[in-house]
């Protein structure tokens, strides 16, 4: 199985700020990982795919990086609708495995 | 608009059964692999179990947490993907959501849930 373990599980930060989470699987999972945000109440949304992806709509402050078994999700400058809780997931078996989330709240 | 809607939501017995369904629209159905994810209360996310469209034969795979309970399945002409629950637990009690899968690309499009809870 693989498991994804994401740190911080809070990471607090001012607003302009630059926010940095990590991601790590326990095994290689090439660059097949998505990153997600999710707000309260709300469904999650799709910020990256295949590691570095931007999705359609997504500011281009939010950038992903990595490949093997260590991903990162940048937010070069934090808006106020950018805290949130963020998701990585893996999906380079069948098995969809999330990590368990960083929450990004304002310092 | 692309959209999920997802219903069929409620409160069951342990033991018990419940169909969750979710309905499409804005794009080709037929063509996408669809998702199931659940969120329980408080918690991260949890991938439920995946329905394959009729390109991949319409295969479907589960989580081990609920492989053997849960079935999906889909209705192409209806544009719409389920989940038959069985055999529930109380640590089943979520919001699930249907997601659109971008086949290995991660998940695009989500319903707004429908929350299922478990409780005697």
């Known amino acids: 199985e693989i498991v994804m373990t994401q740190s911080p599980a809070t990471l607090s930060v001012s607003p302009g700020e630059r926010a940095t989470l990590s991601c790590r699987a326990n095994?290689?999972?090439?660059?097949?990982l998505a990153w997600y945000q999710q707000k309260p109440g709300q469904s999650p949304r799709l910020l990256i795919s295949?590691?570095?992806t931007r999705a359609t709509g997504v500011p281009g402050r939010f950038s992903g990086s990595g490949s093997g078994t260590e991903f990162t999700l940048t937010i070069s400058s934090l808006q106020s609708e950018d805290f949130a809780l963020y998701y990585c997931?893996?999906?380079?078996?069948?098995?969809?495995?999330f990590g368990q989330g960083t929450k990004v709240e304002v310092k | 608009e692309v959209q999920l809607v997802e219903s069929g939501g409620g409160l069951v017995q342990p033991g018990g059964s419940l169909r969750l369904s979710c309905a499409a629209s804005?794009?080709?159905?037929?063509?996408?692999?669809m998702d199931w994810v659940r969120q329980a209360p408080g918690k991260g996310l949890e991938w439920v179990g995946r329905?394959?469209?009729?390109?991949?034969?319409?295969?479907?795979e589960y989580a081990a947490s609920v492989k053997d309970r849960f079935t999906i399945s889909r209705d192409d002409s209806q544009n719409s993907l389920y989940l038959q629950m069985s055999s529930l637990k109380t640590e089943d009690t979520a919001v699930y959501y249907c997601?659109?899968?971008?086949?290995?690309?991660?998940?695009?499009?989500w319903g707004q849930g429908t929350t299922v809870i478990v409780s005697s």
């Open positions: 997601a659109r899968d971008v086949g290995a690309g991660g998940m695009d499009v």
């Open positions: 804005g794009f080709t159905f037929s063509d996408h692999i």
């Open positions: 329905g394959r469209n009729k390109a991949k034969s319409y295969t479907t």
């Open positions: 095994e290689n999972i090439n660059t097949k």
């Open positions: 295949g590691a570095s």
């Open positions: 997931q893996q999906y380079n078996n069948w098995w969809g495995t």
